[in-house]
């Protein structure tokens, strides 16, 4: 069991006795221990899944995306969590049902959107899923995608392949020549590499079949129990196709901030 005190003190250990007002846990390092029931804040279970070279690897719900986009690993139902980025994305993603799950919000100040997603476990390593998104964007009627991919791996260390079609019907876009209709596939490449309990790398990454647009992505994620940082680098690059006329920032730094709910 882990124990967490309420003076933070953390305690990690079998649990040989449980009395009315305490409890005897036996630890590896400091032999057994007494403690008062009163002052512990939480008891938690450790299965062989979360402990790791002698750690507690903690679950978290960010463990299942990349900097933006889910992987096809599952999230459980009632699984909660809220992220921003920049100040500009806000979206929540909720796990619904075991396979079923869903991420909505908006993108400051012209995006709201919705992107329900399903996944299927093939094997222990191997899921599939599969979804559709739909946005109301300023300047464009409507505008949506449908996407699927397969991730390898676990929470703790997963590589997603996927690909999809995107489109939008668009009467103006801010300071580009007009582009009256959007249609462009693309493929996506993100990893996820959890290599101690708290720091993993993330990768995210996005491309036209046919030179429309293209994002690559990288960085670092600090990550907690219930808060969680991402601190990005990348490039973002659009041809004429999409906006009327060629645009690329390189390079592009981006802080994230996730919460589990």
């Not at 846990?25 to 939480?42: H, M, P, R």
């Not at 900097?67 to 096809?72: D, E, K, R, T």
């Not at 991919?149 to 690909?163: A, D, E, K, P, Y």
Request: with cysteine; aromatic share 14%; proline share 3%.
């Amino acid at each position: 069991y882990l124990i967490t005190m309420m003076n933070g003190t953390i305690l990690q250990g079998k649990i040989n006795s449980r009395k009315e007002k305490e409890i005897i846990i036996e630890t590896s390092n400091i032999g057994s221990v007494t403690v008062d029931i009163s002052k512990i804040k939480t008891i938690k279970p450790i299965t062989p899944d979360n402990y790791k070279d002698g750690k507690y690897w903690f679950k978290t719900h960010i463990d299942a995306h990349y900097f933006i986009s889910p992987s096809s690993v599952p999230v459980n139902a009632g699984e909660l969590f809220y992220q921003n980025t920049m100040g500009l994305y806000n979206s929540f993603h909720v796990g619904i049902t075991k396979n079923f799950s869903c991420t909505g919000g908006i993108v400051i100040p012209s995006v709201v959107f919705v992107s329900p997603q399903f996944t299927w476990k093939i094997t222990n390593c191997i899921q599939m899923g599969g979804g559709i998104l739909a946005a109301d964007i300023t300047g464009a009627p409507y505008a949506g995608a449908g996407f699927g991919q397969i991730t390898f791996g676990n929470r703790n260390s997963h590589l997603s392949i996927g690909g999809g079609y995107g489109f939008a019907k668009v009467q103006q876009i801010y300071y580009y020549q007009k582009v009256d209709k959007v249609e462009v596939g693309f493929i996506s490449i993100s990893g996820m590499k959890r290599f101690s309990p708290r720091y993993a790398l993330v990768t995210e990454n996005w491309f036209a079949l046919d030179e429309g647009f293209s994002v690559f992505t990288g960085g670092f994620r600090l990550m907690g129990e219930r808060n969680s940082f991402d601190f990005g680098i990348g490039s973002i690059s659009i041809s004429r196709k999409i906006t009327g006329n060629n645009f690329s920032i390189v390079p592009i730094t981006f802080l994230s901030y996730m919460r589990n709910l």
